[in-house]
């Protein structure tokens, strides 16, 4: 999303909207199919749950918009607890403690500074780590604002990789040391750096040379602080892509510097299909990547994800958390340690004005699970349909304190996803892809010596504006042993669970 998805993909009739049914004929349930998992088989040990970019923008001032009020901020962070969310990617770049001018002292009062604080304050609060991004725009930032005028500069490899990799060090120390927020972890360099023009190249030196260059830079500035343990830096984030871009070239190049490789797409396609696939074609993004880093050993994030095509019309339909969950099975099953929605919510950016076909208006981008309660639009501030589907697999799939991913097998439309939650629980999601009624019985390896509840997410009786935060469970399986029997309705999705509410 660091640039104007171009992808160019047809759309399934799926992704129309959510089936509608004759109120005179019930819709096909087609026989019983048997789905497995292998609760005593570990896919990925250290799965870090359901995640999504979300920028720290909550508390930052906008003059000539309408503001946030502090009711609005409740409502948003009482939905990030209800959600349990495990990691939050936000936006950070050097103009906030550097002003004009990446040269210029660091000054870390600025009023865009104290807004941040107050958002991580509730990250901190809410047990939410952050990625933080180590800048944004590749090659901009790396000499912000640092030569005039500004389209004919060029970055200076002699200096400014340092002077970046300096200001990086030194908001770590910032925010980790002073601040106090350990739940800083991770830090994300930059966004699609190697995918599209953004600033100037030097003079001599390859895109991707630079990239190394500058990495590297903040690589050996933390360890010469002693931050370098502190946060685990995220990399090459390769965007738009169905082959995961420059991945290989960063496994075979920076395996020094990156310890999580990570890569994205929009509208889930498979290499060489049309139209898109659904859960193979994100399994084919997934596992695109997975094979060029195999010989590192290292986890891997899908950092970005979600859908743009016919319309941006498709996010706001119930029929998209169906979608996500397809999403999100098909990142586990391949061994993806996280995957990261693009938006969480809809959100202004701070001083934009921007309108364009990427669904920016007048700087609300509208690509998240709630509207932003500053856009001009019904029903501000309250949930799209889909925020119900993501919000649960957040909650009940688990994502820290130990959460393994099991291997699991998947049959005719049914997508089965497990896993056990802080070590202790187990949790089950099971996706109908087709548009009928599906019957199935989910297989266990060992027994789960447990009851389990259900989340249903129904695309065809979510209410579209409403104000409950997550949805409750609908039925209770007393003691699980060795199987688990149930139907989801068309295109519906189930979360199984020993998690109590």
Known sequence: MGKQIKMIVFWIAGMAGAVAYSSFTAPPVLPETRLEVYNDSVMTSDFRGVNAVYHGFTFMDDPGVKPMTDADRKAEFARVKAMDLKIARTWYRPDWACGDNLYNDFNWQTPRMQAFYAWLDQMKALHVDVALQAGWW???????????????????????????AEWVNASLHQLIEVKGYTNIKYLVLFTEPLNYRSGNQPEGVSSPDYYNQVCTAIHQRLRQSGLREAVKLVGPNSGSTDTAAFVGWSAGKMNRVIDIYSWHSYNGRQSGTNPPLEYEGWK?????????????????????????????????????????????????????????????????????????KDSFYNGVHRWGLVRSPQDDVPHAGTPYPAWYAFSMMSKYLGGRDGTAAF?????????????????????????????????????????????????????AHITEVGERAILPFDKYFNTIKNSLEDELPPRGVAIYTTIKP
């Not at 950092?303 to 016919?310: L, Q």
């Open 407 to 459: 291997k699991t097998l998947s049959a005719d439309s049914l997508y089965v996803m497990a896993t056990g939650p802080s070590g202790k629980e187990t949790s089950v999601m099971v996706v109908n892809a087709s548009h009928a009624a599906r019957k199935f019985t989910v297989g266990f390896s060992k027994p789960v010596h447990a009851g389990m509840s259900r989340c249903l997410y129904d695309p």
């Open 284 to 356: 084919q993004i997934a596992l695109a990547g997975k094979v060029k880093i195999a010989h590192t050993g290292k986890p891997f994030w899908i950092d970005e994800y979600g859908a743009s095509k016919p319309t941006e019309e498709v996010r706001f339909r119930p029929d998209y958390g169906n979608y996500l969950a397809q999403c999100v099975a098909a990142f586990t099953y391949a061994g993806a340690q996280t995957s990261l929605l693009w938006i969480l919510f809809d959100q202004k950016y701070p001083s934009s004005k921007v309108t364009n």
């Open 138 to 164: 590749f090659t901009r930032d790396t000499y912000h604002n640092t030569r005039v005028p500004a389209e004919q500069a060029t970055p200076d490899p002699e200096k400014d990789p340092a002077r970046f």
